[in-house]
């Protein structure tokens, strides 16, 4: 068996945790992973025996995660290309997608849902075997939802809908249970539960509790026994309460928390994976391109009240990991929601751990992602200038490394 060994040599090496960028510092990678870090007394491997990648010059550190992305489709209004649309061009479609995610510099993402029931782990495995280039993905396989509730393709009554893109619609705790099972056993390792509303679902009103206690909690113990974590969609604040008292991992966009939903979400650990760039998006584009007048006015109600719930939450304690919603607008834009989270109140420095060890440990997978020490796997972007200060350099990464080996050099 061939191994392959790359020496990545670095100008500043910044860690997430310590907040500190050292310079002398290399990368030793072996088949994807970190085999060593060299620090600048640390002997190299001699000149012809390993590969080698030179960042002189720039600033390296963990690739970053979008702990809340939808690779799957097109970039169209709620849904309506999995009506439109085969497998094969969603699949398609995904592809393209994956590959300017990680071109973005995203080389991990939380995917929390498709239509189309186990497209997104069908990408995932084209991505592990090389027939697709994107980023390491931890998949949902599709979207727990009552009965035409917010994870459903509404507003068409003539249409009928396939059941492939309803194989995620629950009545009771016991389908809920037997859902999970079913989505685990295809390769699901999240779980993704619409608990209120959506702002893009048509006849969704996003103060709706679709899910109550007995069914998140159904959904959370079957998860657990299966070793996987449970994310809920929640916009409206009883929603957002109930969710995080029923013992979910983390609650996607949290749109209008109040004090009580902040409290339930620090006693129970839960996780706040806020996407507050994307209302600017809907409304720009939604507006331009004629989207339905009740998904521009569910926007309008939910993006100011979100960034004010986001501050609200982050100064009171509870942790967050960073997530976009990516799908509702362009794969590639993902660095967008980076300075209002500084405007929001963070740090440039916590918004990089958001979106590497704090995701990271999120989805559970800080022994391999969110980090550059040995074991992990080798990926890692380098930008120009100090992100630790100006925050908007993540979104113009010069090289990107996955698993070792270059996705993105703007240097060439």
């Known amino acids: 068996m061939t191994t392959s060994r790359t020496l990545i040599d670095i100008g500043a090496l910044l860690d997430p945790r310590t907040g500190v960028a050292a310079e002398g510092y290399s990368l030793l990678a072996r088949d994807g992973s970190i085999e060593a870090v060299l620090g600048p007394g640390d002997p190299r491997p001699g000149p012809g025996s ?3 990648i030179d960042l002189a010059g720039l600033t390296a550190l963990p690739g970053l995660i979008d702990a809340h992305a939808h690779l799957i489709g097109k970039l169209e209004f709620a849904g309506m290309p999995s009506i439109n649309e085969t497998a094969e061009s969603e699949l398609a479609a995904g592809e393209a997608n994956a590959l300017a995610t990680l071109r973005a510099g995203v080389t991990t993402v939380r995917d929390v849902g498709t239509y189309r029931a186990f497209l997104d782990v069908e990408l995932r495995g084209r991505i592990s075997t090389g027939l697709a280039v994107g980023p390491r993905m931890q998949c949902a396989a599709a979207m727990i939802t009552r009965p035409y509730g917010g994870g459903e393709i509404t507003g068409i009554p003539d249409v009928e809908i396939p059941p492939e893109l309803r194989l995620g619609v629950v009545r009771d705790p016991v389908e809920m ?12 390792d999240v779980i993704k539960l619409i608990v209120t509303g959506a ?33 809920a969609h929640a916009h409206g604040t009883r929603g957002i309460r ?7 991992r983390s609650v ?11 409290e339930a979400m620090i006693a129970n650990g839960t996780w706040m994976v806020a996407d507050v760039y994307d209302g ?14 009740e998904t521009l006015a569910k926007n309008a109600a939910t993006t100011e009240a979100q960034r004010s719930g986001f501050s609200r939450a982050l100064a009171a304690g509870v942790r967050m990991a960073f997530g976009t919603d990516s799908g509702v607008y362009p794969h590639a834009y993902v660095a967008r929601q980076f300075p209002i989270m500084v405007r ?11 979106a590497t060890v704090d995701a990271a440990e999120m989805m559970g997978w800080s022994d391999r992602i969110g980090s550059l020490e040995a074991g992990h796997y080798a990926d890692l972007i380098a930008v120009a200038g100090d992100p630790r200060r100006e925050i908007t350099s993540l979104a113009d990464p010069v090289v990107v490394i996955k698993g070792g080996e270059i996705v993105r050099d703007d240097r060439s």
Do not use: K, N
Request: no cysteine; glycine share 10%; charged share 25%.
């Open 280 to 293: 600017d998006w809907i409304a720009e584009v939604g507006a331009r391109e004629g989207w339905p007048a």
């Open 50 to 52: 390993v590969g080698r």
């Open 242 to 248: 109930v969710a995080a008292e029923s013992g979910v």
């Open 252 to 262: 996607e966009h949290a749109s209008l928390i109040d004090d009580a939903g902040i």
């Open 344 to 354: 929001l109140g963070m740090s440039p420095l916590e918004v990089i751990r958001a």
């Open 177 to 188: 249970a037997a859902t999970v099972e079913r989505l685990v056993a295809g390769g699901a």
């Open 199 to 231: 702002v893009l679902t048509r006849g969704s009103r996003i103060d709706d509790v679709e899910l109550e206690a007995p069914m998140i909690e159904a959904a959370v113990a079957r998860a657990r026994d299966l070793g996987v974590f449970v994310a």
